[in-house]
């Protein structure tokens, strides 16, 4: 069991290790369930592993989490690659040459809402560039519902709303 586990563990820093940018929960997860490598439970089980280990650090917001790969998280990777077979290696490599795009735009644009002093809700809107902001709007709402709606309509149609508003401060 114990020689599954680092395997598993492995096969998440090895995912974290060759992007660039951070996957998010649901990217890692469907990624190994597709692959019937193992279930809900023990993934979710790994990446909570991985950050008491501190191998990985998370960023959450208000509708997924996202992965990074520490130092100390590709010095294990380095140190345990073995564990991870070069068909395992090669269903990865194949997976992120053919939803690159997919994965990038996923994980570039978020937001996430907090309740503010006094009333209302504050909504912070990102559009990040690997470790740049290109875009970091905050804007204030009454509701959690409108929160919540002003997050899934940013993430699913921040290209749109990037546009308009460039369009409009640049004309």
Partial sequence: MAELDTMYRM???YMLDKVEYPLTNTQITN?????D????????????DLLSTELITAESTHS???YRITDEGRKTLRFFEDKVSPEIREDINTYFAEHHYELRQE????A??????GTGYQVRCRIKNLEQDEVDLTLAVRT??????????WEKDYTEVYSMLMDMLVK
């Fill in 11 to 13: 096969i998440i820093l």
């Fill in 31 to 35: 990624f190994i369930l597709e692959k």
């Fill in 37 to 48: 490598y193992t279930n809900y439970f023990t993934v979710q089980q790994t990446l909570f």
């Fill in 64 to 66: 997924n989490t996202r």
């Fill in 107 to 110: 994980t570039s644009a978020y």
């Fill in 112 to 117: 996430d809402y907090y309740k503010a002093s």
């Fill in 144 to 153: 959690r519902e409108q929160a919540e709606a002003v997050c899934t309509n």
